[in-house]
């Protein structure tokens, strides 16, 4: 069965960089590259939020929170999804997941904290 593999996350500082990878293993180039891709987070004591989308032709969407500070790409010849973060703040701090939402793939979440 298909997983998503995350990396990236850390431990940051306010107005810092990161960017967030997750790679599609074990699912079929077909399957990524015809589903559209999804980061979410989910802050503590928080319901888990969508951050960003990107559909199988580039095309992006993101919360308003993340407008002008996030970018969402993808590779599908890598099968991998990409989430670049700038300018964070402390209130970007959550644990982020990409998801395929149409086979319910998830991956297994990373940390990000932004300190002030």
């Known amino acids: 069965q298909g997983r998503l593999v995350q990396s990236g996350g850390g431990f940051m500082q306010t107005g810092e960089s990161l960017e967030l990878f997750c790679v599609g293993t074990?699912?079929?180039?077909?399957?990524?590259?015809?589903?559209?891709m999804n980061w979410y987070r989910q802050a503590p004591g928080k319901q888990r939020e969508l951050v960003a989308t990107?559909?199988?032709?580039?095309?992006?969407r993101y919360a308003d929170s993340a407008k002008g500070r996030f970018t969402i790409s993808r590779d599908n010849a890598k099968n991998t999804v990409y989430l670049q973060m700038s300018s964070l703040k402390p209130e970007d701090t959550a644990v982020y997941y990409c998801?395929?939402?149409?086979?319910?793939?998830w991956g297994q979440g990373a940390q990000v904290t932004v300190s002030s």
């Open positions: 074990g699912v079929s180039g077909a399957i990524f590259r015809a589903n559209d």
């Open positions: 998801n395929l939402a149409a086979y319910d793939y």
């Open positions: 990107i559909t199988t032709d580039g095309k992006t």
